[in-house]
């Protein structure tokens, strides 16, 4: 089993919703923070949002204000619920856990496999 498992991806048209949800499994999840990224073809791996062992969340400008992380100890997951997806919102996404809380994916040590959002126009 993966340490971590991303589901909800999909194609949805412009204007729609999603929830992605990210699992963890076989490790303590409550100490540590849970991002999510993206990566569309051709571009590099980008932040999107993350939570950290205390609720506390960031999110990356292209997503804030139409996107909302949350988390569930005693589920050991994740969810990001996306709104008003457009297009340039294509990507795969995945979550990652860390020990500290940065934007930058090269902070990160456990990762899942992604899932496909697709958002047709």
């Known amino acids: 089993q993966a340490p971590l498992v991303e589901s909800g991806g999909g194609l949805v048209q412009a204007g729609g919703s999603l929830t992605l949800s990210c699992a963890s499994f076989?490790?303590?999840?409550?100490?540590?923070?849970i991002s999510w990224f993206r990566q569309a073809p051709g571009k590099e791996r980008e932040f999107v949002a993350l939570?950290?062992?205390?609720?506390?969340?960031l999110y990356a400008d292209s997503v804030n204000g139409r996107s909302t992380i949350s988390r569930d100890n005693g589920k050991k997951s994740v969810y990001l619920q996306m709104s008003n997806l457009q297009p340039e919102d294509t990507a795969v996404y995945y979550c990652?856990?860390?020990?500290?809380?940065?934007?930058?994916?090269?902070?990160?040590?456990?990762w899942g496999q992604g899932t496909q959002v697709t958002v047709s126009a």
């Open positions: 990652a856990a860390g020990a500290v809380a940065d934007r930058s994916a090269d902070r990160y040590n456990t």
């Open positions: 939570v950290n062992p205390g609720g506390g969340t």
């Open positions: 076989g490790r303590a999840f409550g100490p540590y923070t």
